[in-house]
């Protein structure tokens, strides 16, 4: 009995003296304490995405509860649903607790047509916007890739915001046609926080689906067949009208 005590006190021992082995990404939360998801799906229905349990739309009129809070984040000072608008932990929001990131989306009507000068004429449009908002924006890795589970194609862009003196944000932006519209999808965190966070982001993509393939660019033919057709069914009424009125003769 006195030998095995020995032994297990030597395993304890050398067990206790064993270095730690650091994790391949120290930056990425453990799997055990990444927080559960749900499904968010937007009012017009066109796309879902998995994000933290409990996030919810922030509507209009909490909105403008929230651009009264000092430290408020730009994206969660207005809200047009079905338009421009955020999700997230609302309840936090509101008790003045901006810690941690969110999901700020725009919608809009028709696809963009990305050309090869892409993030130069991105690039351009923040700043267009910025001296409108007197936000700094500034862009970076601006490139092409592919999201969730069918490998929509998208745009991606790194954007970094900060007005005046506020503490400032970055921003994973996605650019999604879908369906003859264009979504704009921004995993958005404080500025100091972004690295943390990028893996959790990336689980979200992982998840994201549109209920509409995007059209892509029309071919001459496919531009040319809609004002054929068009013009095809206003000669056939301008016809029939004719031989009405003809025959009242």
């Not at 055990?32 to 919810?56: C, K, M, Y």
Request: hydrophobic share 40%; aromatic share 10%; net charge positive.
């Amino acid at each position: 009995m006195h030998r095995r005590g020995l032994a297990a006190a030597l395993a304890t021992l050398i067990a206790l003296a064993a270095p730690a082995q650091s994790p391949q990404n120290p930056t990425a939360p453990a799997a055990d304490a990444r927080p559960e998801l749900r499904q968010f799906t937007n009012l017009n229905r066109s796309f879902h995405i998995d994000v933290p349990a409990g996030w919810r739309q922030l509507a209009p009129n909490e909105a403008l509860r929230l651009a009264e809070l000092p430290g408020c984040p730009e994206d969660l000072r207005v809200a047009q649903p079905r338009m421009f608008y955020a999700v997230g932990p609302v309840d936090r929001w509101l008790a003045s607790d901006f810690a941690g990131p969110w999901l700020y989306v725009v919608e809009q009507g028709n696809e963009w047509y990305v050309e090869d000068d892409f993030a130069e004429k991105l690039a351009a449009r923040w700043r267009e916007r910025g001296e409108v908002t007197g936000v700094r924006y500034d862009l970076a890795d601006v490139r092409a890739g592919k999201v969730g589970p069918a490998g929509h194609a998208v745009r991606f862009a790194v954007r970094t915001s900060q007005k005046a003196s506020e503490r400032a944000t970055r921003s994973l932006d996605v650019y999604a046609p879908a369906g003859g519209q264009q979504f704009t999808l921004s995993l958005t965190c404080w500025a100091d926080d972004y690295e943390r966070q990028v893996p959790e982001f990336e689980r979200w993509l992982q998840t994201l689906a549109f209920a509409r393939t995007s059209r892509g660019e029309q071919s001459l033919g496919e531009r040319m067949w809609t004002p054929i057709v068009v013009g095809g069914l206003v000669a056939l009424v301008l016809l029939v009208l004719y031989k009405h009125t003809r025959g009242k003769r």
